[in-house]
């Protein structure tokens, strides 16, 4: 079993940036691929960025490429995720996910894909 908790989310203001925690325990995720996704009110939980630890792969949805960075320590076992530039539509709860490869033939940016998941985090932009 993983646990992971988010934490870092906040009210800011439009243009301002955030970073984002994700503290896993339980089981090494060293060789899992972590991911952050997102859902605001009313809309679908949609894939924000993800990496791997072992090839250092990363990987965004077009909506936040050049804004957001994710980052992790696996000494720490902590993900990060860099938010610069915020925007109103970033106003979301942002979710952690490991994925263990369990379901290899499911997208990278598919919710189906990862097995556990944080709480999550709000986050809101003001504008």
């Known amino acids: 079993q993983v646990q992971l908790v988010e934490s870092g989310g906040g009210l800011v203001q439009a243009g301002d940036s955030l970073r984002l925690s994700c503290a896993a325990s339980?089981?090494?995720?060293?060789?899992?691929?972590m991911g952050w996704f997102r859902q605001a009110p009313g809309k679908e939980r949609e894939f924000v960025a993800a990496?791997?630890?072992?090839?250092?792969?990363?990987y965004y949805a077009d909506s936040v490429k050049g804004r957001f960075t994710i980052s992790g320590n696996s000494a720490k076992n902590t993900v990060y995720l860099q938010m610069n530039s915020l925007k109103p539509e970033d106003t979301a709860v942002y979710y952690c996910?490991?994925?263990?490869?369990?379901?290899?033939?499911?997208?990278?940016?598919?919710?189906?894909?990862?097995?556990?998941w944080g709480q999550g985090t709000q986050v809101t932009v003001s504008s």
């Open positions: 996910a490991a994925d263990r490869g369990t379901f290899t033939s499911i997208p990278i940016p598919d919710r189906r894909r990862y097995d556990y």
């Open positions: 990496i791997t630890w072992k090839l250092g792969n990363l």
């Open positions: 339980g089981r090494t995720f060293s060789s899992y691929r």
